[in-house]
């Protein structure tokens, strides 16, 4: 079996493009690989700044012969009336290299078997190796050169080879060789003697090309520089996969910053270091210090100009942030509520203020619905949870909104609740982050999300598989894991409905008439229920995909089918929980034959004077023994507990009588067991 190696070195490429350019020659070498059935074990992809490799282990030295039946020209027309081959026949035979006692006749058509010699893996390999790499796909691809085909950035060197045996390829205006090269600082002509060696050459060349081994090595140091401190570095997946990214030989180096900085909110300093200069933060005994880790690119020893280069740009980012704060809080956060007035929310949905006004009342609606007499928090939450998007440092920083207004509310003087609240409100960020843990930020939360929901899809912006207009997919998951991690019982239906009345109705252009006219069409379109329904739809479907995991999946379904799940969550949930669990198949099979019957409901009362059998009056009072205000799972346990006088009824009783008004008593009877079952 045999083992290739390929190594495309280029200029520093995009961090974002590398993941997409691992995943994206891993499956375009297992499509070349599969298309041509040349077996092959594993397909491994490495990544740096500057290279892609490949290392495919396992080959196979050619593909198989393959035999192939071919269709020709009818065979009319292939042959004359003395059975000799026509032009047509000749043609057909001479293009694929055949003779006439190759030829066959099935189904009227002139056929041939034919075998396809397989290729050895040298000529497959540089007959698809080019166009794959060419296949590659990211943002900002250009023309490097004088060339006119386009790469993420300008290809240096190119290493190719199959066991011991260099494999000439050409990619744009490169041809490969067996010389690699090493980090900048380093080794530059590294010759690869053979794939299997390298990995180890490129180590020794300060060349760490396993993105998962030089992951963990950023961990592993970044721990060990802390360590040293006491202390716990900070970094989030996004910016581990960064640092990975632009570097190929990982060093782990400890700044220090003047500790003035750290009397601005902690998120202001985390995210100067996190999101705008990579470093990792440094937290002991819960606290932000003010020390932090820079993963550098580097080989040696000396970190003076590191260190003091470091220092000295986020300097001038924290110096910016002490002043925006500094300015921001010369007037309480309340102040800033007007201002939003002049910050359009979405085109014909109004400012942000107006929005506000929105969240406020949808708030005390879903408040009161909630139980909550005292909601003056949850008032104040939603009147504040935006006014920070008009301060200085939430234009600098914009992922810090409302984490600045829960600062500037404390700033203020606010509620300890409402400053939660309105950080809160935002939750969750993501799938997998934390939901709003207060009331207020979850109640506002909701209303900020179920107006974006309904303000897109009100402007006839749904969301397609390319786009989300505002981030609605994610609106809808966060109401979704707010309701069920908190068990709010809320009907989103209703809360729906009344959003969409909140919202702006579009007059137009035109004379008073006009402009009522199309005021009234735009709100008659609302109540109509069909944005209602759209809306509605498109939130279950984001809770069965976010529920697909744990629940099979035709199970919520058919819950949903059942009964609007938007009207009480939880309650769908349960409901779920129960037929997932539900194992009886004497229990299913008596449903499914209800079903097969009932072509639709009747619509008829049950009438006991038209029992001919026991069964029939048995089945009856056995149905009106179960309750429908009962727990799910007592619910069930009552079906079950009936069910061999359901199967009695199928065994005594036929459905369909020659008695018309027995036939049609008895699909009553049937209609109200179905209730139950359904």
Known sequence: MSKYLLEIGTEELPYKFIPQAIEQLKNGFENFLNNTKSAYEKVDVYATPRRLAVIVSGLVDKSPDEEKIIKGPIAKAAYDENGNLTKAGEGFARKNGLTKDNLYIQDGYVHAKIVIKGKSIKELLQENVPSIVLKLQGSHFMRWGCNDEKFSRPIRWIVSILDKEEIKIKIIDKESSNISRGHRFAQQNAVIGQPDDYIEIMRNCCVIV???????????????????????????????????????????????????????????????????QRYFALHKDGKLINKFITITNYIGDEFANIKAGNVRVIKARLDDAVFFFNEDTKKPLADYVQDLKGITFQKGMGSVYDKTQRIIALSKDIAKSLGITNSQTIERTALLCKADLTTQLVFEFTELQGFIGADYARVSGEDNQVCEGIKEHYFPLNAESETARGIEGQIVGIADKIDTICAVFAEGKKPTGS??????????????????????????????????????????????????????????????????????????????????????????????????????????????????????????????????????????????????????KMLLDQINTIEDNIDYNKYLESLIEINPSVEKFFTDVLVMDKDEKVKENRLALLTLLNRKYE
């Open 210 to 276: 396993d993105q998962n081994e030089r992951r963990q090595m950023i961990i592993d140091k970044a721990k060990e520089e802390a360590d040293k401190l006491g202390a716990v570095p900070y970094y989030t997946d996004d910016l581990l996969e960064e640092v990975t990214y632009i570097t190929e030989y990982p060093v782990a180096v400890v700044c220090e910053f003047d500790p003035k900085y750290l009397e601005i909110p902690e998120e202001v300093t985390v995210t100067v270091m996190a999101v705008h």
């Open 467 to 616: 786009s989300d207009p505002l981030g609605v997919r994610r609106a809808a998951l966060g109401i979704i894991r707010t309701v069920l991690a908190n068990n709010l019982n809320i009907d989103i239906n209703d809360l729906i409905i009344k959003t969409l009345l909140l919202l702006p109705i579009k007059t137009g252009d035109g004379n008073v008439l006009e402009k009522v006219k199309n005021a009234a069409g735009s709100s008659i379109n609302r109540l109509s229920g069909k944005i209602s329904g759209e809306i509605c739809d498109f939130i279950v479907q984001r809770m069965i995909i976010f529920l697909f995991e744990k629940y099979p999946k035709n199970v919520l379904e058919a819950c949903a089918s059942n009964k609007n799940p938007l009207e009480n969550i939880p309650d769908y949930i349960k409901r779920v929980e129960t037929v997932a669990n539900l194992d009886n198949p004497a229990l299913l099979e008596s449903a499914n034959r209800v079903l097969r019957i009932l072509k639709e409901d009747s619509t008829k009362t049950v009438d006991k004077n038209l029992f001919k059998d026991p069964a029939e």
